[in-house]
């Protein structure tokens, strides 16, 4: 399925669309999937008989799975916007459930739940991605690659890789809940210029954090950074242009 450049497509809240195996919904033009948070536009495996029924009339001879369909992919595409839809069982190409490529979009409110990749996978833009619920992926919740997202507010949990996995990326990461991670809550894979972490909730994961050194928080920014398995900050060194304070309590060490 392809959205081409010029064109909109709106799809209501209450609508359910199914892929089938390996299928993909390609948007060159604008998506404006615009849920309630009652009545959600889902998007989903053919398979998945708990949204719109037993579409495939085989009863419970088949059940969904992580990977059964492959994504949702927006390529210049800024004017789309994701709110109140649920994208469930994607990911079968490896390159997220939803795959934002230099589209300045809007993910909001939005369930994007048991995928073969990545929850969202993000390429050269900087889009808002806020208040949404990440769970259960094989890779990482949010995997960003260059450009500068917005991070703001989403539960990001139970995936198997990172909570936030940032390459060459610059996001602000603000008051999100990222928990029971498998390796890291934030991982950067590089000391990119970055501002301060502040008020997010990182528990439960193997590792808190791995930040540049100028995005190490204040006490004041309002971070819970523990427990989780190993407690301690790991960071890259760059450069610090504010005031910081290390304190000891309540992770001590800083590697």
């Not at 469930?88 to 490896?94: E, L, P, V």
């Not at 949010?142 to 997202?149: E, R, S």
């Given at each position: 399925l392809t959205v081409a450049a010029g064109t909109t497509l709106t799809i209501d809240a209450g609508v359910v669309v199914k892929f089938a195996s390996g299928k993909y919904l390609t948007v060159s033009g604008t998506l404006l999937a615009l849920g309630t948070s009652g009545n959600p536009v889902v998007f989903t495996a053919w398979t998945d008989d708990a949204h719109g029924?037993?579409?495939?009339?085989?009863?419970?001879?088949?059940?969904?799975?992580?990977?059964?369909?492959?994504?949702?992919?927006?390529?210049?595409?800024?004017?789309?916007?994701?709110?109140?839809?649920?994208?469930?069982?994607?990911?079968?190409?490896?390159?997220?459930?939803?795959?934002?490529?230099?589209?300045?979009?809007?993910?909001?409110?939005?369930?994007?739940?048991?995928?073969?990749?990545?929850?969202?996978?993000?390429?050269?833009?900087?889009?808002?991605?806020?208040?949404?619920?990440?769970?259960?992926?094989?890779?990482?919740?949010?995997?960003?690659?260059?450009?500068?997202?917005?991070?703001?507010?989403?539960t990001i949990a139970d995936n198997g890789i990172h909570g936030i996995r940032t390459t060459y990326a610059a996001p602000v990461i603000e008051n999100n809940t990222i928990t029971g991670n498998a390796s890291y809550g934030i991982y950067f894979a590089e000391a990119q210029n970055v501002g301060e972490i502040a008020g997010n909730t990182i528990t439960g994961n193997r590792i808190a954090v791995r930040l540049p050194f100028s995005a190490l928080p204040n006490p004041a920014a309002g971070n819970t950074l523990s427990p989780n398995t190993l407690n301690r900050i790991e960071f890259y060194g760059n450069t610090l242009s504010r005031d910081l304070k290390m304190t000891a309590d309540p992770v001590a060490v800083y590697y």
């Open positions: 029924g037993d579409s495939n009339g085989d009863g419970a001879a088949t059940t969904p799975s992580a990977g059964y369909w492959d994504r949702i992919y927006f390529t210049n595409s800024a004017a789309s916007r994701l709110e109140h839809a649920v994208v469930r069982y994607a990911g079968s190409s490896n390159q997220g459930s939803v795959h934002l490529s230099r589209s300045d979009m809007a993910v909001v409110s939005s369930t994007i739940s048991d995928g073969s990749s990545h929850g969202i996978y993000t390429y050269d833009c900087a889009p808002v991605i806020m208040g949404n619920t990440i769970v259960r992926h094989a890779r990482s919740g949010l995997q960003h690659n260059y450009g500068a997202p917005t991070d703001r507010g989403n």
